[in-house]
């Protein structure tokens, strides 16, 4: 199977920061990566697929970048909101595969 | 909207069987796929399959195989996540979740979630 690495596994920032979360896949996956938002008792949220491309009513501040092996999320200017934990999912054989998780707090 | 909501809580003893269902709304129950995944406590998500709600069809992950049923009440708009032989190991959130088909094209990622439904596996 195809093994995902997502880091950092935790991530303080501020409100206003910029902040960068990575995946790397142990090969080549093309573009075929997600990326979710989760909270703590709620259903995770669905910001990014295809690599880069932001799901619809997903704010602008959220970005998704890379293929073959290396991806990015980007969240340009963070929001109180947007404390959460993050993760990626790549999609292109089976079985689909998750990222262990970026958790997002407050510093 | 698309909603997903999923039963509740269970405790189950180690050696039973579960069952865990996904109440559909806002969409054409047929129409999406519905995927089965779960996170144990401090682990990552794993994905256990999906089911084509239309034709019954279901692709597992290996692990899986064998030892998880997908069914779904079309009538009711309803999917039916079954594991048995449970044990400790069980223990998770499991969540149901869609991926919306367009064409007969069916994308791996899932953009409608449920809430979740925490099983706890003891003696």
């Known amino acids: 199977d195809i093994q995902m690495t997502q880091s950092p596994s935790t991530l303080s920032a501020s409100v206003g920061d910029r902040v960068t979360i990575t995946c790397r896949a142990s090969q080549s996956i093309r573009s075929w990566v997600a990326w979710y938002q989760h909270k703590p008792g709620k259903a995770p949220k669905l910001l990014i697929y295809k690599a880069s491309i932001l799901e619809s009513g997903v704010p602008s501040t959220f970005s998704g970048s890379g293929s073959g092996t290396e991806f990015t999320l980007t969240i340009s200017s963070l929001q109180p909101d947007d404390f959460a934990t993050y993760f990626c999912q790549l999609y292109n054989t089976y079985p689909y595969i998750f990222g262990q998780g970026t958790k997002l707090e407050i510093k | 909207q698309v909603q997903l909501v999923q039963s509740g809580a269970e405790v189950k003893e180690p050696g039973a069987s579960l069952r865990v269902s996904c109440k559909t709304s806002?969409?054409?129950?047929?129409?999406?796929?519905i995927h089965w995944l779960r996170q144990a406590p401090g682990q990552g998500l794993e994905w256990m399959g999906w089911?084509?709600?239309?034709?019954?069809?279901?692709n597992f992950a290996q692990k899986f195989q064998g030892w998880v049923t997908l069914t779904r009440d079309t009538s009711i708009s309803t999917a039916y996540m079954e594991l048995s032989r449970l044990t400790s190991d069980d223990t998770a959130v499991y969540y149901c979740a869609s991926s919306s088909c367009s064409g007969g094209d069916c994308p791996g990622y899932m953009d409608v979630w449920g809430q979740g439904t925490t099983v706890t596996v003891s003696s």
């Open positions: 089911m084509n709600p239309n034709s019954g069809g279901t």
């Open positions: 806002g969409h054409t129950f047929t129409g999406d796929y």
